[in-house]
């Protein structure tokens, strides 16, 4: 299956137009954002909604696992994980999770360094925020291996950052809010954005919002480019 699998071109989901699909558990449904691979091995980018009571069964992350929680309490044999943990497990992590209230994840799949061994546990809700690279801006950090850079930002209303102009690719995710682009793009919460290396995008918040965002990570297993170009700091 391929899905947005050309990394080199810009790829966009809104949120409110995607198709979701079923998984092969009951009740486990995703909309999927990028693709490569099938059911069994596969680089994918989605998010994932479980309903109520619904389980998937164990299974082991060949490529690594990232996820952020957006709703709901997501469970496995670590630990319940609220509203703004994000998770990290690396390759050859093995788990079988489950969701009483149901939860929606934003996850990412078969994209680590096999290197990158890092367990990652973290409440973003509780974390302390350092100033952004702009008035009305913080950031968060959470995780970083080579050229590959992870973090949160929140935007204040009418703040704007500066340029983002990867080496290595930019993906953004709203986690709420609502963003603008200086090319003219509009993304409200849920919607997905991935920019293939080098593109730049200068992006501002009218309402405020708050951006899962990562950097180069497109080209990491190949090029590794050495250095990155942007405004933020994670």
Request: glycine share 12%; net charge negative; aromatic share 8%.
């Amino acid at each position: 299956m391929l899905i947005h699998s050309d990394l080199s071109v810009e790829a966009v989901v809104t949120y409110k137009d995607a198709t979701w699909s079923p998984s092969p558990l009951p009740g486990v449904d995703r909309l999927m954002l990028e693709r490569i691979g099938d059911e069994k091995v596969s680089r994918a980018t989605s998010i994932v909604t479980y309903r109520p009571g619904s389980r998937f069964s164990e299974h082991v992350h060949d490529g690594g696992e990232e996820f952020l929680v957006l709703d709901g309490i997501f469970s496995d044999t670590t630990g319940d994980f609220g509203p703004g943990t994000y998770v990290r497990n690396p390759v050859g992590s093995r788990h079988a999770p489950w969701s009483e209230p149901g939860t929606t994840i934003f996850v990412k799949l078969a994209q680590f360094d096999p290197a990158d061994q890092e367990i990652i546990r973290f409440d973003t809700d509780t974390a302390t925020w350092l100033d952004g690279p702009v008035e009305g801006a913080a950031v968060l950090p959470l995780h970083r291996f080579g050229p590959e850079k992870i973090g949160l930002a929140r935007l204040g209303p009418k703040t704007r950052l500066p340029e983002i102009a990867d080496p290595g690719g930019t993906e953004i995710f709203v986690v709420s809010g609502s963003l603008q682009s200086t090319a003219g793009g509009s993304f409200q919460e849920r919607d997905w954005l991935r920019l293939p290396p080098g593109k730049p995008i200068t992006l501002r918040s009218d309402t405020g919002a708050t951006l899962y965002i990562k950097t180069g990570h497109l080209l990491a297993q190949t090029l590794r480019p050495s250095g990155a170009s942007h405004g933020l700091t994670f």
